[in-house]
């Protein structure tokens, strides 16, 4: 039996941008990109899932801890549509896919 090492392994990116980085060791005022690695059947909770593991920060701020739902103040796009539009948390992630964490702003 061979292996065949020039198989290429399935990956997303993950972007922070604006003050969302922060949660990642970030400035605040540009982006962190995280290139993930995934098996088949991953979705965008289980990759955010396994980023926020890594980083408590980011743990806290994107998990609501009475629901373990999302929490409130972060935006989710997946391939350029908001996260409740074409996707939600349960849909699979494919090779290529970038999942973007924005910062809400609020304010009046």
Known sequence: ??????????RVKVELVAWANTFVGGDGSSR?????????GSTVL?????????????DD???DRGSCELAEHIEIVVNDAL???EHDLNSKV???DLIML???YLGG
């Open 102 to 104: 924005m910062g809400q």
């Open 94 to 96: 494919k090779d290529g």
């Open 46 to 58: 289980s990759v955010l899932k396994g980023l926020s593991t890594r980083y408590k920060a980011l």
């Open 1 to 10: 039996m061979t292996s065949d090492s020039s198989a290429k392994e399935a």
């Open 61 to 63: 701020a994107l998990w």
């Open 32 to 40: 962190k990109v995280f290139e993930e690695y995934i098996q088949e």
């Open 83 to 85: 996260l409740g539009i």
